[in-house]
């Protein structure tokens, strides 16, 4: 009698241990839910649309994409926090939900790294600092006049404590604890208009979202805070190369992410699946449109320590300007 019960409990332990590889083997057996947090048609929905097109393709299975907006992306997030973790429900995350929010809520809903797995680091869209073309040429220009009229100078974000917002911080902080009023707007449908209108001297936006603009000559595009110039716009200079700095980075960047506990092997198999969706030519070509830049080489580890990594560069901002999550 002892001997079965022994048998039939090891046959049970290696049933339990072949599980994981089983299922992932399995998966995904059924469509998978992809939550976007922002509302439709800007950027991170475009690019979570055509994420979930081609994902759909590689694993074989629909990928239905649906918009949870609210609380700057805390809504939808939560919503596939609390998901089953069995891999398909699927999170595109940015840089507001997944490196900002925890660092502005003194009483955060959700911890962006322990709540979740991440999937990949997708790609993202870097900030540009703007100007009305009644401004100097340059943001070292710029940056000197504001500098010799403290409090005269206003610019225009999409919102308090978006990743537009905290980069500007940084930027006055160092040029020198510069006074440049910071004038709050609910998206870039907003803010652009009052520069073109002449309500604000400067804002901050992506470069794909203000290049028609810049071309046309209705606006000045001084910086794009990356590390290289953009394809898209060769002759507007890095901050790095406009004020000589190093290091001056600030990109809205887009994570692909599970619940906690999804299992290592479906990660795993959702990581290879985007890594084919990102190196997919027709895809960079779609998102270059937008200015947007994919990234090929993430995984699971990597979006962890790159999210770290992007919480460690701009803390010091936040709790410097005292930013607080509205």
């Known amino acids: 009698m ?6 039939v409990a090891a046959a049970a332990l290696l049933c339990a241990a072949a599980l994981p590889a089983a299922w992932a083997q399995a998966f995904p057996a059924k469509p998978l839910r992809l939550v976007v ?37 805390a809504i939808g997030s939560m919503e596939v926090m609390r998901a089953a973790p069995d891999g398909y429900t699927l999170l595109f995350g940015t840089a507001s939900t997944h490196s900002l929010y925890n660092l502005m809520n ?13 999937v990949a680091i997708v790609g993202g869209a870097a900030v540009v600092f703007i100007a009305h073309p009644a401004l100097p040429g340059t943001l070292r220009e710029v940056l000197a006049q504001a500098k010799a009229n403290p409090g005269k100078l206003r610019y ?20 020198g604890g510069l006074d440049i009023q910071h004038i709050p707007y609910k998206g870039t449908a907003q803010s652009k208009p009052a520069l073109l209108g002449g309500q604000i001297e400067l804002m901050t936006d992506t470069l794909g979202s203000s290049l028609a603009e810049h071309k046309a000559g209705k606006m000045r595009i001084l910086a794009i805070a ?12 890095t901050v790095d190369e406009a004020l000589g700095s190093r290091g001056f980075q600030a990109v809205l960047w887009n994570v692909v992410l599970a619940p906690a506990g999804t299992p290592a092997a479906v990660l795993e198999t959702l990581s290879a ?6 190196a997919d030519a027709a895809v960079q070509e779609s998102l270059a449109k937008f200015a947007i830049e994919v990234e090929t080489g993430s995984g699971p580890q990597a979006a962890t320590a790159y999210m770290r990594a992007e919480m460690s560069r701009w803390k010091p901002i936040i709790d410097a300007a005292g930013i607080k999550a509205e």
């Open 156 to 175: 225009g974000s999409p919102g308090s404590g978006t990743l537009m917002h905290i980069a500007a911080e940084r930027l006055k902080r160092e040029a």
């Open 37 to 73: 947090p922002f509302p439709p048609g800007g950027p991170t929905d475009l690019f979570a649309r055509l994420y979930g097109q081609r994902l759909a393709t590689v694993l074989g299975q629909q990928v239905v994409v649906e918009n949870k907006a609210g609380a700057s992306g």
């Open 2 to 7: 002892r001997r079965r019960r022994f048998a």
């Open 273 to 278: 699946a985007t890594g084919k969706v990102v």
């Open 226 to 237: 990356a590390p290289k110039r953009s394809p898209q716009a060769p002759e507007v200079p």
């Open 106 to 118: 003194p009483a955060p809903q959700y911890d962006a790294l322990k709540d979740f797995a991440p």
